[in-house]
C-alpha cells in the first residue's frame, strides 16, 4: 500500500517584502520540492512561490483553489495527491495557513485521512500583534471580525471590554481593512477612556505601525488605517 503523501502549511509574507526577511530557509527548501499547492488564489499564490524559489518552473505547479466559493464536495479532490503519495503545500493568502484562513478545513481533512500535516515557521499578525502590545500573552482571544450593525457591534466592543477585566484576557479582533479608520472611531466613543487598545498595522511590512495607549490617549492623535491591514486589541486593567 502506498504511503499518503504530507501536507505542508506554508506561511506567505504579509505585504510586499522580501520574503526571506520573514520567512525561513525551510519554506524555500519546501517550495523547491513541492509542486501540488492549496491556496486562495492563483496568482498571488504563483507570485509568492516565485518570489521565493524563482527557479521554480511556474509550468510544473498544480494549483488547488480554496476560497468562499469553494464547494464542501471539492476538498477531498484537492487532497488526491497526497493519497497518491505525493507532497503538498497549503499556503494562506497572508501569513500562516489555517489561523484565521479557510485552509483548516484541508487540515481537519488531512488528519481525518491519516495524513501528516507539517506546519511551517511564519509570520502570524496575531502573534507578532500580541508579543509587541504589551498586553496579557498569558491569556487572549482572536475574535474575528466584529459586526457590521451598528448597535451590534457596540455591544461587541463593551462585551469584549468587560471580557477583558473579568478575565484579565486581552481581546483581539479585525476588521475590512477600507473600514478601519470607521472601527477607531467607534472604539474611541464607545469604551472606557482608561481600556488600553493596541493598534497593529501592517505588521513586517517598511510602514509598520504598533502602538499601546489608553484610549483616552488616542483620542489625541490622529492614524490613517485605510486599506492597510490591521490588528485591534483591547484590556481594560
Known amino acids: 500500500m502506498k504511503l499518503p503523501g504530507k501536507l505542508y502549511l506554508i506561511p506567505t509574507t ?3 517584502s522580501d520574503p526571506m526577511d520573514v520567512l525561513p530557509q525551510t519554506v524555500k527548501r519546501s517550495i523547491e520540492l513541492i509542486d501540488y499547492y492549496i491556496a486562495e488564489n492563483d496568482k498571488t499564490a504563483r507570485k509568492s512561490i516565485k518570489a521565493v524559489y524563482p527557479e521554480k518552473k511556474q509550468s510544473e505547479l498544480v494549483l488547488f483553489i480554496l476560497n468562499k466559493r469553494t464547494e464542501p464536495s471539492e476538498h477531498l479532490d ?4 497526497l493519497l497518491e503519495g505525493k507532497n503538498m503545500g497549503l499556503m494562506s493568502e497572508a501569513g500562516c495557513p489555517g489561523v484565521a ?3 483548516a478545513v484541508i487540515v481537519k481533512l488531512a488528519h481525518e485521512k491519516g495524513i501528516q500535516v507539517i506546519p511551517l515557521v511564519g509570520p502570524s499578525s496575531i502573534l507578532l500583534a500580541m508579543m509587541a502590545s504589551g498586553m496579557n500573552g498569558q491569556s487572549f482571544t482572536f475574535n474575528g471580525y466584529l459586526p457590521i450593525d451598528k448597535d451590534e457591534k457596540k455591544s461587541a466592543l463593551k462585551y469584549f471590554e468587560k471580557l477583558s477585566q473579568d478575565k484579565n484576557q486581552s481581546q483581539l479582533f479585525i476588521e475590512t481593512p477600507y473600514r478601519n479608520n470607521k472601527l477607531v472611531e467607534d472604539i474611541l466613543q464607545i469604551l472606557n477612556p482608561a481600556t488600553h487598545l493596541c493598534i497593529a498595522t501592517d505588521i513586517t511590512l517598511p510602514t509598520e505601525f504598533i502602538k499601546t ?3 483616552s490617549d488616542w483620542k489625541k492623535l490622529k492614524v490613517d488605517l485605510h486599506n492597510r491591514p490591521t490588528i485591534f486589541i ?3 486593567m
Open 14 to 16: 504579509m505585504g510586499e
Open 78 to 81: 484537492f487532497i488526491k495527491p
Open 101 to 103: 484562513d479557510p485552509g
Open 213 to 215: 495607549l489608553k484610549v
Open 234 to 236: 483591547i484590556h481594560k
